[in-house]
């Protein structure tokens, strides 16, 4: 018997479920002017232009990159036929006993009281999976039912007495969906269910844990920003889910764990979500900045689009969701799930038989007289994970992409031998696109041969083949096509990679940032660029391993490389990014406050407080701000005239609020309902009538 119950409010089913000199500045101070393009052009225009700036850098592909999740209930989990084709997928990372399971699952019986736990699917029948494929695993310990000593017992038989050396453990799974804010799918037998009392929990079981085996990495669960139950304030709390827990675990928790099921409509949608997951992870590292836990890794241990689940759209949105999220900064991006079986039958905009399945291999199950096909068969998004190998492996740097194409997408890693390769994903369903390719920061060699593989709609494997072209692609519909290309010879330098870089000293108009030097040769000097899409705009250079850069936008973040310069003028590859957050000014003659008050997911409350503390009254003021996120807008207000125009937000005073007294004399407070699809961070930069006010 097979038991299936809802995981979230509405996503999904589950079973129980990244000064210079004038030689430095030739083709002007950007890093991304120049391009490498065949010597004939096209004879026609593509549909989009897809950029790689080789010269700015995501961050590199960690061994725990591609995960998936595993799941007790699953029978065929450990066979050898799904150990060969995770293995052959590239899966680095695996997860277990499985979601909601791992708040009910008790490791030493093997057994989890409300739901089925199938033969063979014990720990140490998981682990042998784990060391066949190649892989690390990741435990959920039972906070729902299970205790801090049951957790270190765990850690015990599987570290000292078995060494299977399990570095990752998450302190339950999905908690904020306990019941405390209304939806209750999670497991949680604690008497407080309060964010508080998970914090506190957490802490012991940390302290537990790591009593046995210090070297162990214990998570806390939070909430994705922009996804409820993201800012929603319990009866009698002062804050959200995460604005409770980060301060308590700040320091004490070794990462954080998020899951990502964006909620859309129809497939189309679908696969424009991850564009949001970018501005949503930033918000939750915001979060974490402002907090004291700034640099805490972030694991996204479930991820699936649940649009049009076993068909070529979750897996154009699984390739793209993997590889934002990775660029984003995060350390394992898990795939829900291996196997979930059929949920409704529909028809997806290609036209294939969509079963409403969540895995990746076929259960072989029917609904009616409708059969998957025969059991462990890979659905789509099995060869969305096995293309991203094809992509990137660990230890290769992601880079910056840009399409221009809407129904485009890209995304460049410069691998470890000197190659770069590129991913391009065609969502359109019905018509092929026609790609042209710009390279900064690396110089094909145009002789040699194309390595590209594709993915097309209704294949059952990849496609390998090669081409003489690697400036202009045809994508075939609703693909998966990477292309490998060859460096020209002598273009790329000798030097490794700046080390290191992090932030030394910043404020709300300058920055430090220091680094180690590279090696492989002798650099002449040091030169950080600043990330602006695809282009690399250069702030500063330095012969040292450190530089302070001046004139900042204040209350901005931005994201800047270091790269180093050889004495042929050749550039290195780019440092791993750094961010950079400046601050609002220390002194002014203004002072303002902002609040977000509640939240319901995908809108919030905001309550301004306005202060003047310059020396001369104000009457008749203006405050003006942006939204950092696109999809932020308002919906209403109160004790105020507001108006917007895009992002740029301004209010007004109403008639009896219009005067500000001298020296803070007096207050002014207004609020307004805010809507927002993905992302709602707060605004950063408040002028009041065109001076930059103190943010508190």
């Not at 030493?108 to 140490?124: H, I, K, L, W």
């Not at 503390?613 to 807008?633: K, R």
């Not at 109403?654 to 609020?671: C, E, Q, R």
Request: charged share 15%.
């Amino acid at each position: 018997m097979r038991l299936v119950m809802s995981s979230s409010p509405s996503h999904r089913h589950r079973r129980l479920v990244a000064a210079a000199s004038a030689a430095a500045l030739t083709g002007a101070l950007l890093l991304g002017g120049a391009s490498a393009r065949a010597d004939a052009p096209p004879s026609a225009p593509a549909d989009a232009t897809v950029t790689v700036n080789a010269g700015e850098g995501l961050g590199t592909i960690p061994d725990t990159a591609y995960g998936l999740n595993s799941a007790v209930w699953d029978a065929q989990m450990n066979v050898p036929e799904v150990q060969d084709l995770v293995k052959a997928a590239g899966v680095g990372m695996l997860r277990y006993p499985g979601g909601s399971y791992g708040d009910i699952y008790h490791w030493q019986t093997n057994s989890a009281p409300g739901g089925y736990v199938a033969p063979g699917t014990d720990f140490d029948a998981f682990m042998g999976t784990v060391r066949k494929v190649g892989a690390q695993p990741i435990l959920i310990a039972n906070y729902g039912s299970g205790t801090p000593q049951e957790a270190a017992d765990w850690v015990r038989y599987a570290n000292i007495t078995q060494g299977y050396g399990v570095k990752y453990w998450e302190v339950g799974n999905e908690l904020y969906g306990n019941g405390h804010y209304g939806s209750g799918w999670e497991h949680d037998d604690h008497a407080d269910t309060s964010p508080a009392a998970y914090a506190g929990n957490v802490l012991q079981y940390v302290s537990a844990m790591k009593a046995v085996d210090p070297t162990v990495k214990v998570g806390a669960v939070l909430t994705m920003p922009g996804n409820w139950p993201d800012g929603v304030i319990g009866n009698g709390e002062s804050a959200d889910w995460n604005h409770t827990v980060i301060p308590l675990i700040a320091g004490k928790a070794d990462f954080v764990i998020v899951h990502w099921y964006p909620s859309s409509a129809d497939a189309a949608r679908m696969l424009g979500t991850p564009a949001q997951l970018t501005g949503e992870l930033a918000q939750l590292r915001d979060q974490l900045d402002d907090a004291g836990a700034g640099g805490t890794p972030i694991a996204l241990t479930e991820v699936n689009g649940g649009v049009d689940e076993d068909t070529q759209p979750n897996a154009l949105f699984g390739a793209d969701a993997y590889l934002t999220a990775l660029q984003s900064g995060v350390f394992t991006v898990d795939w829900w799930d291996t196997h979930n079986g059929p949920r409704q039958i529909s028809t997806a905009p290609d036209g294939a038989t969509d079963y409403g399945d969540w895995g990746v291999l076929s259960s072989g199950d029917c609904i009616g007289e409708v059969c998957e096909p025969p059991l462990n068969t890979p659905f789509p998004p099995y060869y969305a994970i096995a293309m991203l190998s094809r992509l990137g492996l660990p230890g290769d740097l992601m880079v910056a992409s840009g399409s221009t194409g809407a129904t485009v997408a890209a995304h460049a890693v410069r691998r470890a031998n000197g190659d770069l390769s590129v991913l391009l994903i065609n969502k359109d369903p019905a018509a092929a696109q026609t790609v042209d390719l710009r390279y900064t920061g690396f110089t094909p060699d145009l002789s040699a041969p194309v390595t590209v593989a594709t993915y097309r709609d209704g294949a059952h494997a990849i496609d390998t083949a090669t081409s003489a072209d690697g400036t202009r692609q045809t994508l075939p519909p609703y693909s998966l096509t990477t292309l490998t290309l060859h460096a020209e010879p002598g273009t790329a330098s000798a030097l490794s990679a700046p080390g290191a870089p992090r932030v030394t000293a910043v404020g709300d108009t300058t920055a430090t940032v220091s680094w180690t030097p590279s090696t492989g040769g002798a650099a002449t000097r040091y030169e950080i660029y600043r990330q602006l899409g695809t282009t690399g705009e250069l702030l500063a250079d330095s012969t040292g391993t450190s530089a302070t850069v001046r004139n900042l936008t204040p209350g901005t973040t931005s994201t800047w490389n270091i790269l180093a310069r050889d004495a042929d003028g050749r550039l290195s590859a780019p440092s791993d990014p750094v961010i950079v957050r400046t601050g609002t000014p220390a002194h002014s003659t203004c002072r303002v406050g902002y609040a977000t008050t509640a939240g319901w997911g995908n809108g919030f409350n905001a309550a301004v407080t306005v202060t003047n503390t310059g020396p001369t009254p104000i009457t008749g003021w203006t405050l003006a701000f942006d939204f950092p996120a696109a999809g932020e807008s308002v919906a209403g207000y109160w004790n105020a005239h507001v108006s917007e125009n895009g992002t740029h937000v301004v209010a007004t005073p109403v008639d009896w609020n219009a005067t500000l007294a001298a020296d803070g004399g007096n207050s002014v407070s207004f609020g307004f309902t805010g809507a927002n699809d993905g992302a709602a961070p707060p605004p950063t930069v408040f002028t009041l009538n065109g001076t930059v006010c103190t943010t508190t």
